[in-house]
């Protein structure tokens, strides 16, 4: 029947209809394939928050775009069809007029398939920008994983079944930050043991404090050495009164340091007695000021301060204290001890 058709026809050319049909053939499984698009994507299109009718009236003018483009393509053809046949309902006439009925539908599901693609980018485009603008920030994301803390709104999620009198518990688990602190004191326990227990690499604070005091008794030793050679041998027989500037400031300033606490800046007296007046408790003398500075007064509080002071440094600070006889402070302690009479040695 096909084949009569195509010999008889006059004027039509076998290929080109063999063109049309296979036009045909692809545009009616494009049909078929927008009727089994997935519904995920209808669903989207239908939820599409379109911005100010902006996307909508862009469709519509596509819309109109490709009407006008259908008319401008069908008016030729119609021209052309009513040109060619007569007007008698022959068999030639159906059959073009079938041709000019399957090219109008292949340009409709053409124009439809257009929009239907465009309206499917837009969809798709949509949720990336809404994603984009509600992504966290790095920090944001840092900062939830640094303390895993659950919302107030999920705290139903955690909310066990005890209930003490009224009030609930929620399953919180603790914080990165605390449970890596955690296991950080854990492994600086350990490394602690085996240094210090099992392999004895170093000292112990016992043992650390006996070696700092051999240094420091090592250090003081070669000090006064070193005084001996330039000052000779100094102790409480052989001291004498230094009157010198330098000798008297130096002690002053070891007074101010060390013994203005207990006998007031101007030696008038606080805890300890007046180093101003004559009356002395354990002698007034260089030699005996001397001795107790160095080997100190237990019994009234008085430390000894050979470990601390040198001679030299012992012998500058007495010569001031003697150097205060007669000064009379305001507001002085009163006197204690014994009178002594000598002036100066």
Request: charged fraction near 20%; aromatic fraction near 12%; glycine fraction near 6%.
């Amino acid at each position: 029947m096909f084949k009569y058709y195509f010999e008889q026809i006059q004027n039509v050319a076998i290929w080109p209809i063999i063109s049309l049909t296979i036009f045909f053939g692809f545009f009616m499984m494009l049909i078929w394939w927008l009727f089994k698009v997935d519904g995920g994507y209808i669903s989207k299109m239908k939820n599409l928050p379109l911005e100010d009718d902006k996307d909508l009236k862009q469709g519509r003018s596509n819309k109109k775009k490709g009407i006008a483009i259908l008319l401008t393509l069908l008016l030729p053809q119609m021209s052309f069809g009513q040109s060619e046949v007569s007007t008698t309902w022959n068999e030639e006439t159906l059959l073009l007029w079938v041709l000019i009925f399957v090219i109008i539908i292949a340009l409709l599901v053409l124009m439809v398939a257009i929009y239907t693609l465009n309206v499917l980018q837009v969809a798709m485009q949509k949720p990336k920008e809404s994603a984009s603008i509600k992504k966290e920030s790095r920090w944001q994301q840092f900062w939830d994983r640094f303390n895993k803390s659950v919302p107030k709104e999920r705290e139903a999620d955690v909310l066990l079944d005890h209930n003490y009198d009224g009030i609930r518990e929620l399953d919180n688990h603790l914080p990165p930050w605390w449970t890596a602190m955690f296991y950080l004191g854990i492994v600086i326990g350990i490394v602690y043991m085996l240094v210090y227990h099992v392999f004895e690499s170093a000292p112990l604070p016992a043992e650390l404090y006996e070696i700092e005091m051999a240094e420091a008794n090592a250090n003081r030793s070669a000090r006064l050495a070193v005084e001996s050679e330039a000052t000779g041998t100094i102790d409480e027989s052989t001291v004498t009164y230094d009157e010198t500037a330098s000798a008297l400031t130096s002690g002053q300033k070891i007074y101010d340091m060390q013994c203005a606490s207990c006998h007031r800046d101007d030696g008038g007296g606080n805890i300890g007695p007046n180093l101003t007046d004559a009356y002395w408790i354990h002698g007034g003398s260089i030699q005996s000021i001397f001795r107790s500075i160095k080997y100190g007064i237990p019994q009234k509080g008085m430390i000894s301060w050979e470990p601390i002071l040198s001679p030299l440094q012992m012998s500058e600070v007495s010569s001031y204290i003697v150097s205060l006889s007669g000064t009379n402070p305001e507001q002085a302690k009163g006197p204690q001890g014994d009178l002594y009479e000598e002036n100066a040695p």
